[in-house]
Nanobody
Framework: QVQLVESGGGLVQGGDSLRLSCAASGRIYTMGWFRQAPGKERDFVAGIRWSSGNTYYADSVKGRFTISRDNAKNTVYLQMNSLKPEDTAVYYC???????????????WGQGTQVTVSS
């Protein structure tokens, strides 16, 4: 069982930046970030393959968000720049224990952290 602990959410203004962190307690294959806005389904945001560092982004965040990892700290980051009010959501990190599609099943989930972007 892998535990994921997120941090870094908050309230910012449009155009600001924010960085989310997700620390994993064990080995994982892929780490992903998802978000869920009120009344909407949970959506994939970005993912990173732990070994290769390959990344994948949803079109809505491409060019604004960057996912990265720190192997020594077993931590993944989501750097969010040029934030928009429509980025407001609860953000979740999730991990795949083995290979799967970027938007496939994730085995472990964090508790979620709120990101609110005011206009």
């Amino acid at each position: 069982q892998v535990q994921l602990v997120e941090s870094g959410g908050g309230l910012v203004q449009g155009g600001d930046s924010l960085r989310l962190s997700c620390a994993a307690s064990g080995r994982i294959y892929t780490m992903g970030w998802f978000r869920q806005a009120p009344g909407k389904e949970r959506d994939f945001v970005a993912g990173i393959r732990w070994s290769s560092g390959n990344t994948y982004y949803a079109d809505s965040v491409k060019g604004r968000f960057t996912i990265s990892r720190d192997n020594a700290k077993n931590t993944v980051y989501l750097q969010m720049n040029s934030l928009k009010p429509e980025d407001t959501a609860v953000y979740y990190c999730a991990a795949q224990a083995g290979y799967n599609n970027w938007r496939g099943r994730y085995d472990y989930w964090g508790q979620g952290t709120q990101v609110t972007v005011s206009s």
